[in-house]
C-alpha cells in the first residue's frame, strides 16, 4: 500500500508559478514510477507528467518547457514545478504512483489560474 498526499495548489493570477508537492508513505521502495494528472470542470483526467525511480522524466506536449517534475529521494516526494501558467491550467492535479500491478492517487489539490 501507498498513501499520496498532495499540497500546494491555490490560486495565482495568469504568468505565475506554483509548486505542487506529493509525500508517498507506505511501501515506497516497491514504486516504479510517480506523476501527475490534473482534470478541468467537464474534462477527462489527462496526463501531465511522469519520472520513474531511476529520475528520468516525461511530460506531455501541453507542459513542456513550462512544468517541470523532480523528485527528492531521502523523503519520498515528487514535486511538480509550474511556471507560466494560463487560464487553461485550472484543474484538479492529482498525484499518482504505480506499484506494479496497482497504482495509487491522492486526494488532489486545487489549482486555479485566473485574474
Known amino acids: 500500500q501507498v498513501r499520496l498526499v498532495e499540497s500546494g495548489g491555490g490560486l495565482v493570477q495568469p504568468g505565475g508559478s506554483l509548486r505542487l508537492s506529493c509525500e508517498a508513505s507506505?511501501?515506497?521502495?516497491?514504486?516504479?514510477?510517480m506523476g501527475w494528472y490534473r482534470q478541468a470542470p467537464g474534462k477527462q483526467r489527462e496526463w501531465v507528467a511522469t519520472?520513474?525511480?531511476?529520475?528520468?522524466?516525461n511530460s506531455a506536449d501541453s507542459v513542456k518547457g513550462r512544468f517541470t517534475i523532480s523528485t527528492a529521494t531521502a523523503t519520498n516526494t515528487v514535486y511538480l514545478q509550474m511556471n507560466s501558467l494560463k487560464p487553461e491550467d485550472t484543474a484538479v492535479y492529482y498525484c499518482?504512483?504505480?506499484?506494479?500491478?496497482?497504482?495509487?492517487w491522492g486526494q488532489g489539490t486545487q489549482v486555479t489560474v485566473s485574474s
Open positions: 499518482t504512483a504505480w506499484v506494479s500491478p496497482s497504482r495509487y
Open positions: 507506505g511501501s515506497t521502495s516497491s514504486i516504479g514510477v
Open positions: 519520472i520513474t525511480s531511476s529520475g528520468s522524466p
